[in-house]
């Protein structure tokens, strides 16, 4: 049973480019959720998202991020404009139907680089 | 809202000996708390969970924690450290309804 995918593990942009980050919920998992690490931080929770559904965006940027999890395929993290603040790794976490935020699976993060 | 201080950002400890990891929590209700543990370049797993059932909570690899309410605490321990627990751990709470907020970390170094 494989555990959430993220890809690419590695993303380098130049300042002003688009960032388009995936993430492939564990199987039967309907509950997506995002978070940001600066160096030297723990995470920082942005959005949680179900099928189709943005259900807590409480911790995006207004500006330049959006999120999806569409009907079919992976969720997507997307940021529009890139800056140098923007450098970062982002985490993406999955939950089954019934386990809410308490059963939270971690993929192995996308280290994102704005030179 | 809830939120978490985690005390000591570096931690080292010889191979064999007691680790000791401190978190502490604020939160006007009933807390439920999280350690995790990301080894480099990995995402994170999670070691043990509080939900308000024991106070003493067994994990993996090892590890427990304690919830202690009158000190706000819930620190992660482990009778002897071996070479592979030389990690980041990051202590959490859940925060709201939907999400986590986690500590800064501490990074735990195993001497030999």
């Known amino acids: 049973n494989a555990g959430v995918m993220q890809n690419p593990r590695h993303l380098v942009r130049r300042r002003g480019q688009e960032a388009r980050l995936r993430c492939s919920p564990m199987?039967?998992?309907?509950?997506v959720y995002w978070y940001r690490q600066l160096p030297e931080e723990g995470l920082k929770f942005m959005v949680y998202l179900q099928k189709e559904n943005i259900i807590d965006e409480s911790g995006m940027p207004k500006e330049r991020f959006s999120a999806e999890f569409p009907k079919e395929g992976p969720s997507i993290l997307r940021i529009q404009q890139v800056v140098r603040g923007d450098s970062a790794a982002y985490f993406c976490?999955?939950?089954?139907?019934?386990?809410?935020?308490?059963?939270?699976?971690f993929g192995p993060g996308t280290r994102l680089t704005v030179t | 809202a809830q939120s978490v201080t985690q005390l000591g950002s570096h931690v080292s400890v010889s191979e064999g000996a007691l680790v000791l990891l401190r978190c502490n929590y604020s939160s006007s209700v009933p807390p439920y708390l999280f350690w995790y543990v990301q080894y480099p370049n990995q995402g994170l797993q999670l070691l043990l969970k509080y939900t308000s059932a024991a106070t003493l909570v067994k994990g993996i690899n090892g590890f427990e924690a304690e919830f202690k309410k009158s000190e706000t605490s819930f620190h992660l321990t482990k009778p002897s450290a071996h070479m592979s627990d030389a990690a980041e751990y990051f202590c959490?709470?859940?925060?709201?309804?939907?999400?986590?907020?986690f500590g800064t970390g501490t990074r735990l170094t195993v001497i030999p």
């Open positions: 976490a999955s939950s089954p139907p019934n386990g809410g935020p308490y059963e939270q699976y």
């Open positions: 199987k039967g998992h309907s509950h």
């Open positions: 959490a709470v859940l925060s709201g309804a939907n999400n986590l907020f």
